[in-house]
């Protein structure tokens, strides 16, 4: 019997984004989502955003996920039956010449339900099978994991070689914004969690990605830019700049493009490399556990129910 069932399924108006949610043979739900994209003249990318746990244990206020509580970690088979469903039964009729040995996806980031680092070895399991030759046969800059920065497993991420890129969710650059934002800051601050990036920059000669989505009149002003700049300026990372998704409530709403190219240019004029990132699929909700939350509270979705 297959690990996961698909319940509902969601498509945004552009056909490039779509969201299924899962049960798992407990009867706990999960999502995870397929983004497509081709910049013109590049190759397709195909990417599956895999969760790791039902919930999540740290409650960022601005994440649907956040405000489900932990119920579980999934096993490594979970976390990989969501990329398989996607790579077997998804594969759209247009890409039917592809052999069905070759692989369709292309890239999976681990940037679903929950923290993965709080369940690294589940984690590093279903990333060594993805990788390897007799699963996905992915290579490291296919795969990305992100964290809310558990320092002690950024660490062991990079002593254990795990081959995937690692992004550093930072949102903010002083203790007292962050602890607001990312909760677990109270117990890994800042200079805990840059000190531990450097660690994992000398243990793998790699770098790290930081994720800072901007919430406008929250953590997108020049200050804030400049505070980013002074924590991690000299230390050759990118950083993904995306605009915030709005939930169905609250006071987080994504900064103005204006504001969000000011932040950009900001950091650039300070050496920082930064691309700025569209949000995808607002119409189906993109952030990871909007899908979940509506069936949870049973209220009308855009989603197909399977
Ligand atoms: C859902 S989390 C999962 C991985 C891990 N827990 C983390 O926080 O990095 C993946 C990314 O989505 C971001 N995210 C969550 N809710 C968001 C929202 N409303 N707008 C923009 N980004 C959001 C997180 O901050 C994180 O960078
Ligand atoms: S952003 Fe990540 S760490 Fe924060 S609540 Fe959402 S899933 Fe959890």
Known sequence: MECLSPLSHAVSSDGLNHKLLFQCGDGKTVEAALMLFQKPGGRPRRTVCASCQVGCPIGCPFCATGRQPLERSLTAEEIVAQVLYFENSFRPPAAAAIPRDKRWLTNVVFMGMGEPLSNFENLQQAI??????????????????????????????????IQAELAVSLHAADDHLRNALVPVNTRYPLQSVIAACREFIRSTGRHIYFEYALFAGINDSIADADKLIQLIGGMDCPVNLIFGNQLGSGGYQPSTRAVAFDFQKRLIAGGIRTMLRASRGADIEAGCGQLRSRWLSGSGNPAHHL
């Open 128 to 161: 060594g099978f993805l990788g390897s030759p007799k699963g996905l046969g992915m290579g490291r800059r296919q795969l990305m994991v992100s964290t809310a920065g558990l320092a002690p497993q950024i660490v062991r991420f990079g002593k254990e070689n």
